[in-house]
């Protein structure tokens, strides 16, 4: 139904959203091309209730906080959540309304980020694809970035007609624009992992990778750029002091990466690097790090590959099927599904090979057979640094989760020598499998696959032993829900891990990526979850994926390492942030008796938070064919996401790969009855 043509002074009803409102058609037309000025001149049709009144399907809240604006040019901020209104004023179009509300919301942020901010790393250049002549590539990631616009990039004044809204898409340009494959999956433009040791850094893209390094006078500086490459990175290793043989004196960094079977790896000396060569581990490799100076790949199906850098000689070992790893000191333990746990040295390796094999030795044996899924060294002040050789006189706690969701713990202290560790507790509180456990001096840590769901015990010792009296006592429970895309990449279990992070105590934290596409983190205390602080991105880009990381302190001022975050972004940036500080606010305020009741309530996203979070997101539930067996959380969590890009010029498809894989493992096709899976899907 049309609406007929009215006198300004003519009182106008309204319904909106059930709620009647009446004002006077020049309160709702002063604002030209505004949808009341269409509705009311008949350009736009509405719909009449049983009284008369036009009917709005709108928030009649909203709405009532517009209509105050409408007639009286102000605007009353109290108790109004600033994003909503200015998505409803963008709804009926009052443009002076939404610039000063999307200048609020600017208020709130900035591109400068906040204490915790500590730089910003441009994306570096894509390497030219050897298919393509060097002239043909004309932009790099970090042109690209620069030449698109930035959320926080709308200039102070009200007046400026080209001003966009926050919610307004970024304009992008076409993939015939730039060198870089944009319908190509995952992005070849967003940092896929990030790690690192000591004063550097390593970042892998989905073909290329590169490393920075910081220097006290200079800041961070990049050093490393691979050759395009093929294949996705899947995996990612760093280490920056690497004794050669035929340079002793002299630490070499060496960068690894692996795709599928194969592992590369590179050395760094001098801005000078080489490819030392390729590996193959035989199957997927699901993780790959460096113990001391030797490369360790290993894959969930009982294999595992070790580069030794002295002999420059790769080995591969089957084993028992592993489901989950530690390293303490030179020693690489294995949890595996038969219920042992073997444990490799390294240090002694390639000495400790008997018939061109490695030396794998069982530790211990869970006493009901469950697959052990989740590991945990801790090394007492008073561990000898040779264990666990001839496992006599040494002191060594083992904190570790089955698949049936029990937590134990397992010592060996001088006076049990000679008989192997023997159990010392057991935990039940879990009734799904444990995906993490983490064991320290005062704090026991355990995450089942429910949510990410944390429990936490405060550790009693007694002469540096952990004590029965008064025994270990609860702490918190906690979930640290971190949601995942159906179809994510096999990378993005690498480079979203929730934690804990941190050696000491009162530090450990565990790091909260709620939804797969948010440009912010929460930090939480990995001991009760409580809010650290919450992350957010300085120019609004997506954080893709994130690790804490502690760099040397400086040498002229001898001052103790620090510990930062480090995120990298869709956009391939890289932003710092300075976790030291964070903690050190935290730590001060919890002391002083600061805290209020609603902060020591807070820990991830409140329920209005989460909502928001999840935004355009719908959760369905389906029935998941293909669990996964990795003890990896983000692979064992039941919560996915299934995320569809926003329209733009470019589709994202998932190239899978097509290698097989066992059943059971990641793309397998093994039937599991009785799982399900819910799923998250973009509207």
Not at 14 to 41: A, E
Not at 393 to 410: C, F, H, L, P, Q
């Amino acid at each position: 139904m049309n609406i007929p043509f009215s006198l300004p002074g003519e009182i106008i009803k309204l319904n909106v959203g059930g709620t009647r409102f009446s004002t006077s058609k020049q309160t709702l037309t002063w604002i030209h091309d505004s949808f009341f000025s269409s509705l009311l001149s008949g350009r736009i049709s509405s719909v009449k209730d049983e009284t008369g009144a036009i009917f709005i399907d709108r928030d009649p809240a909203a709405f009532g906080h517009i209509l105050n604006y409408l007639r009286t040019k102000e605007l009353n901020l109290h108790g109004v959540d600033v994003e909503s209104l200015r998505h409803e004023a963008e709804f009926y179009g009052i443009g002076p309304l939404v610039k000063k509300l999307a200048l609020c919301e600017d208020l709130e942020r900035s591109s400068c980020g906040t204490v915790l901010f500590q730089g910003y790393l441009a994306p570096p250049a894509f390497p030219a694809r050897p298919d393509r002549p060097a002239a043909d590539h004309r932009y790099s990631i970090s042109s690209e970035a620069e030449l698109r616009p930035k959320p926080m990039s709308r200039g102070p004044s009200l007046n400026n007609k080209e001003q966009r809204p926050v919610s307004a898409v970024e304009p992008r340009h076409l993939k015939s624009d730039l060198d870089i494959p944009l319908d190509m999956y995952p992005d070849p433009r967003k940092v896929l992992i990030a790690t690192g040791h000591h004063n550097w850094i390593a970042l892998a893209y989905a073909h290329f990778i590169c490393c920075y390094r910081i220097k006290e006078s200079t800041g961070w500086q990049l050093v490393f750029t691979s050759p395009y490459l093929e294949r996705t990175v899947e995996r990612l290793a760093l280490n920056s002091r690497v004794v050669m043989v035929n340079q002793p004196d002299n630490k070499e960094k060496m960068i690894a990466i692996s795709y599928g079977s194969q592992i590369r790896l590179w050395s760094c000396h001098d801005e000078k690097s080489s490819e030392v060569g390729t590996f193959d581990l035989g199957v997927r490799v699901d993780s790959l790090f460096f113990i001391g100076s030797q490369l360790v790949a290993t894959s969930h199906t009982g294999k595992v590959g070790v580069w030794h850098a002295v002999t420059q000689h790769w080995w591969t070992q089957d084993v028992q099927p592993i489901a989950s790893f530690d390293t303490a000191g030179s020693f690489l333990l294995l949890g595996c599904t038969n219920g042992s746990i073997y444990y490799i040295d390294m240090q002694k390796f390639p000495l400790r090979m008997k018939d061109n094999d490695l030396l794998v030795t069982e530790l211990y044996h869970d006493p009901a057979n469950d697959s052990v899924t989740a590991l945990s060294v801790y090394l007492t002040p008073k561990t000898t640094n040779i264990w666990p050789a001839g496992l006599s006189g040494n002191w060594i706690e083992i904190a570790y989760g089955t698949s049936s969701g029990k937590v134990r713990v397992i010592v060996q202290h001088p006076e049990t020598g000679g008989q192997g560790p023997q159990l010392f507790q057991t935990f039940s509180v879990h009734r799904n499998p444990i995906t993490k456990v983490m064991l320290s001096e005062k704090h026991l840590v355990s995450v089942c696959s429910e949510y990410n769901h944390v429990r936490t015990w405060g550790v009693t010792r007694f002469r540096g032993m952990i004590s029965t009296q008064p025994g270990s006592t609860p702490l918190a429970s906690f979930k640290v829900l971190s949601l995942e895309d159906t179809d994510a990449h096999v990378s993005y279990a690498a480079g979203n891990d929730i934690g804990p992070f941190g050696e000491r105590d009162d530090q450990q934290v565990f790091v909260q990526k709620v939804v797969p596409e948010t440009d912010q983190l929460y930090i939480r205390l990995s001991s009760t979850g409580q809010r650290v602080h919450v992350i957010r991105s300085v120019d609004g880009s997506v954080i893709t994926c994130f690790c804490v990381h502690e760099c040397e302190g400086s040498s002229r001022m001898g001052s103790p390492p620090r510990r930062y975050l480090f995120t990298g972004h869709a956009n391939g940036a890289i932003q710092m942030w300075d976790l030291t500080t964070a903690m050190d606010q935290i730590t001060k305020k919890n002391k002083e008796g600061k805290f209020t009741d609603a902060d020591a309530a807070a820990g991830g996203p409140s329920e209005r938070e989460l909502i928001k979070l999840l935004g355009q997101c719908d959760v369905t539930a389906s029935r998941c064919t293909t669990p996964s067996m990795s003890p990896a959380s983000s692979q064992m969590l039941p919560l996915r996401i299934n995320q569809l890009r926003a329209s733009s010029s470019t589709h994202l498809t998932n190239q899978s790969s097509t290698e097989s894989l066992p059943l059971g493992a990641e793309g397998g096709q093994e039937e599991f009855e009785g799982y399900y899976e819910l799923k998250i899907t973009h509207c």
